[in-house]
């Protein structure tokens, strides 16, 4: 029997939806790749004892504090995972790299583009890897769509096109929580769509401008914990965010762009879509049916115009190998797992990706947008990055 590499011990900050998410990758992972070392989760931290407490023993997990600067400081940490609200990552990710942890922070990086710079210098200074969790690139369709757009399976790139519509916000008696606090990060161009920029500039290259707008449909929340009550009674809470945007986009290579995100969407759980129309073809990604691509090409014999499936399960696929037979599919948890592999698979040499550079370069098309929609106008990424 061959020994088990070495343990990476990990600390997990959160223990919400996204705890939950990356603790189940760190289980998967090495079911899915020879990974030169085995990640292990030791303590995880959160701000409710008894919910912490529960969380740890769920997801298997020996350790729990409610100090995330306790965790933090352990010398028998290597890796700080941080799932909590977007308003306090920025904060925890420099606190980790001064005490020399590698880094995995859920998206989006920061609260604005000068934090997100902030937290990439740290990162730099300190020398400690460090990653953003855009974790829908690892998906086995959306990475072979990258890939066939990166390879010229479309030619060349002209319009990108998304669409992230959730219902999350649709019920006015749903409860006040960080979701709905600009402060915390909340916003929906944040949540949603730092996922959908990260895929653009991944695909589609640098964008110079954005024209957005945006708007809040419902101005009020009942208080933290209360609920089933819509309006203004005692203790409601105003909104600070948006609850959708939409934006037309210019890539710096001539390309055209337009994404929607929206938490008003009703009956639409969490769906995405991203097309990408080049000279030579066409490429469509739907979330509902996520382990297919539909491709187009202007070679294909004009006997069969249209676009066929195909099903990123083959073999010969990204990331499709590692999991199950092929007509099997995976679902949202496999980017996860494939997430934990990837930035292990090199560990300790390779540099991870993305990292705080492309945080950074998402926060400031975030940015950009709130500005933009707010001035009414065109607004460059230049003006937020101060780049020349
Ligand atoms: N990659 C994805 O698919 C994905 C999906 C959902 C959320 N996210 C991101 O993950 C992060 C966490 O989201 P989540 O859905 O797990 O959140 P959640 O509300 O389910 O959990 C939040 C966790 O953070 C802790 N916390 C610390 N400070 C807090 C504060 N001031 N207010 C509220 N909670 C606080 C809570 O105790 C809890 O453990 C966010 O940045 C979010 O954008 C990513």
């Known amino acids: ?17 996204m705890g939950k998410a990356h603790s189940y990758g760190y289980r998967v992972a090495p079911m899915l790749r020879a990974l030169p070392v085995t990640p292990v ?3 995880m931290s959160g701000r409710n004892g008894p919910a912490v407490a529960a969380a740890a023993a769920a997801y298997g997990i020996p ?17 700080v995972d941080i799932c909590t609200p977007p308003g306090t990552h920025a904060e925890i990710a420099r606190a980790a790299a001064a005490a020399g942890k590698a880094v995995l922070c859920e998206k989006p990086l920061a609260l604005t583009y000068p934090e997100a710079a902030a937290a990439l210098a740290a990162v730099t200074s300190a020398g400690v890897h460090h990653a953003v969790g855009f974790n829908y690139r690892r998906l086995p369709a959306v990475a072979l769509m990258r890939h066939m757009v990166a390879g010229g399976a479309i030619g060349e790139v002209r319009l990108w096109r998304a669409t992230w519509l959730s219902d999350e916000f649709t019920d006015p008696g749903t409860p006040y929580d960080w979701r709905f606090d600009r402060q915390m990060g909340g916003t929906t161009i944040a949540d949603l769509g730092s996922h959908l920029i990260d895929m653009a500039l991944w695909m589609a290259g640098e964008i110079r401008a954005v024209c957005a ?18 309006g203004t009674g005692a203790g409601a809470r105003a909104v600070t965010v948006d609850d959708a945007s939409s934006a037309l986009l210019r890539f710096g290579s001539g390309a055209l762009g337009a994404m929607e995100v929206a938490r008003a969407a009703v009956r639409r759980p969490c769906d995405f879509t991203v097309e990408v129309n080049g000279s030579r073809g066409t490429l469509v990604f739907d979330y509902a049916r996520l382990n297919e691509l539909r491709y187009g090409s202007a070679d294909d014999d004009p006997g069969l115009y249209g676009m066929r499936r195909i099903r990123a399960e083959h073999p010969s696929h990204p990331y499709a ?16 797992g ?36 707010a ?12 780049a020349a």
Do not use: K
């Open 1 to 17: 029997m061959s020994p088990q590499p070495p343990a990476l011990r990990v600390g997990i900050v959160g223990y919400g939806v």
């Open 41 to 43: 989760v030791s303590v």
């Open 63 to 79: 350790e729990h504090t409610t100090d995330w600067r306790a965790l933090v400081a352990r010398d028998d940490i290597d890796v």
């Open 213 to 230: 707008q945006s708007a809040t449909f419902i101005a009020e929340r009942p208080p933290p914990g209360g609920g089933g009550r819509a």
């Open 321 to 336: 190998g590692s999991w199950w037979p092929i007509g099997q599919g995976v679902g949202y948890g496999a980017s996860f």
């Open 338 to 373: 494939n997430q934990v592999a990837d930035l292990l698979e090199g560990w300790p040499g390779a540099p991870w990706s993305p990292g705080f550079g492309q945080g950074a370069a998402v926060q400031a098309v975030c940015d950009a947008m709130e500005a933009s929609a």
């Open 375 to 386: 001035q009414g106008r065109w607004v460059t990424v230049s003006e937020v990055t101060g």
